[in-house]
């Protein structure tokens, strides 16, 4: 099965706690990417690696660094949660970043901070 | 900067009744738009993306049509079904922004029979 794949899909933590979300696609892409949904549903681009090159790196506190060992998986850590970083993770792929390039999303990682 | 306003919160429609979802766009270049659909615990998926020349994308019954001069690109079924319902997200690329979507802020969409 080719796909995008997230782990986990939900982790509940407390402030002030490191998280670490891991995203790997079998789709033989070039290109991933990681949003936050947030409570509202609002979709917000946070990076975009293309071939394990950073190319988008939206306004997102320090707190978050994106990780890419190879060009098919991408994690995401955030190093102190805060409440206002509950949301839904989500990560998705891209054959190339072109302007046609369809991006396909995982599930999401579903994060609750206490 | 890129921008896309949606069709606020919900739109609830009886089941069989025409579907229309706007979607309208700021962008200083020449975008790309896209329609995503997301249901309920499932990841977003691409439904429909604009062309370059005049076609008219479909797909699922569902279509738009790119409105350079209004900036629209409104999403349109002729008769919406149960399992329509969802939430939908219209995005747009800029020609200048490789590999960035900008998304509206989604329209619920909610068929009842």
């Known amino acids: 099965e080719t796909a995008v794949f997230q782990t986990p899909n939900y982790h509940v933590t407390q402030v002030g706690n490191e998280v670490s979300f891991n995203c790997k696609q079998t789709?033989?892409?070039?290109?991933m990417y990681w949003y936050k949904q947030d409570s509202k549903k609002l979709l917000k681009i946070m990076f975009s690696y293309n071939n394990k090159q950073l190319i988008v790196n939206e306004t997102v506190p320090r707190r978050f660094s994106p990780q890419s060992s190879d060009k098919a998986h991408l994690n995401l850590r955030i190093k102190s949660v805060e409440p206002e970083d509950s949301a839904v993770y989500l990560c998705?792929?891209?054959?190339?970043?072109?302007?046609?390039?369809?991006?396909?999303f995982g599930p999401g990682t579903r994060l609750t901070v206490l | 900067g890129d921008s896309v306003t949606q069709t606020e919160g919900l739109v609830t429609l009886t089941e069989g009744l025409p579907v229309m979802l706007n979607c309208t766009y700021q962008?200083?270049?020449?975008?790309?738009l896209f329609w995503y659909v997301q249901h309920l615990n499932e990841a977003p998926k691409l439904l429909l993306k604009s062309f370059t020349d005049n076609k008219r994308p479909e797909h699922q019954g569902f279509h738009a049509t790119l409105h350079k001069s209004s900036s629209s690109f409104h999403l349109q079924k002729s008769s919406a079904q149960l399992s329509d319902s969802a939430l939908y997200y219209c995005a747009l690329r800029a020609s200048s922004s490789f590999s960035k979507l900008v998304f509206g802020q989604g329209t619920s969409l909610s068929v009842v029979p």
């Open positions: 998705a792929s891209s054959y190339d970043w072109g302007n046609y390039a369809e991006q396909f």
């Open positions: 789709l033989g892409h070039d290109t």
């Open positions: 962008s200083t270049y020449s975008p790309f």
